[in-house]
């Protein structure tokens, strides 16, 4: 499980890297980190590296991804894209506004047209310190399709989950979902609470999501490995288990320091990993489910 987590470990680490240190140091971090593909269909492939996996489209209508990680990665994403097709992407779409989903936006968004949901335009605009080829041209409510590579696209937001403008990607085709990050594979999630993250409405978007696939849909998760339709239900049973848990929890009146000395339940105490640990999880839990009386 360690080496299967590793890659995907580094993106966070190297996240926090990059918020505190200058270029150089960004940069270093990121010289050991390899772009590795895997095509999962004619005209469809994965790519992970440091922080979240891409999607990718390329056929004749050109190159379309998923995300983009790091600012520091491009040039070899740009060499990974360029061994499958020669072009840059027409169209970067963001699954939500988080760095290492977001970091190469500013370098294809100079030659591409990015997308997103219009609360990533919102919240990439605060940082003052954000190029404009780094924002979402195109912006929309709810759901967009793109005609795109002989498959249709269908951009989905359900509301607030991850944050508070996260987008799936289904190619109808193809049978593919991108998950963004409401889905980390065999681990707690990040929700991003302060973002306008929610755990009910995560877990209700993760089962709107699976009642859309059948047993033969590739699963892109935001972070981890690919998956199957079974391993995203696997992920969900353990949100529903988590969170009716920690409903027992708050309406026993236990505060925070006796949940946290109890532990998550036994069959979940090795979903914990470097970024959100079972300690973190429980505060993200406690937090949100207990301030909104949810019981």
Not at 12 to 30: C, K, R, V
Not at 114 to 134: D, W, Y
Not at 152 to 175: C, F, M, R, Y
Request: with cysteine.
């Amino acid at each position: 499980m360690k080496h299967r987590f590793q890659t995907q470990l580094i993106g966070f680490s190297t996240l926090a890297i990059l918020a505190l240190s200058g270029n150089l140091m960004a940069e270093d971090s990121m010289s050991d980190i390899n772009i590795t593909s895997k095509k999962l269909a004619d005209n469809t492939y994965m790519f992970m590296g440091a922080g979240g996996n891409i999607g990718v489209s390329a056929g004749s209508d050109g190159i379309l991804i998923i995300d983009d990680q790091f600012a520091p990665l491009v040039g070899k994403i740009s060499a990974s894209l360029n061994e499958i097709q020669a072009g840059v992407p027409k169209y970067i779409v963001n699954t939500h506004y988080h760095g290492d989903h977001t970091g190469g936006n500013a370098h294809f968004g100079a030659t591409g047209t990015i997308l997103a949901h219009h609360n990533v335009l919102k919240r990439l605009s605060e940082n003052s310190k954000t190029p404009a080829s780094a924002l979402p041209v195109i912006t929309y409510a709810e759901n967009i399709s793109i005609h795109f590579n002989q498959d249709t696209l269908e951009v989905i937001h359900l509301g607030p989950g991850h944050t508070d403008g996260d987008s799936v990607v289904i190619w109808q085709k193809a049978n593919i979902v991108h998950m963004g990050d409401l889905y980390f594979k065999d681990r707690f999630p990040y929700i991003d609470l302060n973002g306008g993250g929610s755990v009910m409405g995560y877990r209700d978007n993760v089962s709107a999501i699976l009642d859309k696939l059948d047993n033969n849909t590739q699963v892109i998760p935001g972070h981890g490995e690919l998956a199957t339709r079974n391993e995203l239900l696997k992920f969900k049973h353990m949100l529903d288990d988590c969170i009716n848990w920690m409903r027992g929890e708050i309406e026993m009146g236990h505060d925070l320091a006796k949940i946290k000395q109890q532990g998550v339940p036994q069959e979940y105490q090795d979903w914990g990993w470097q970024f959100i640990s079972a300690e973190k999880w429980i505060d993200t839990l406690y937090q949100d489910l207990q301030s909104k009386n949810i019981l």
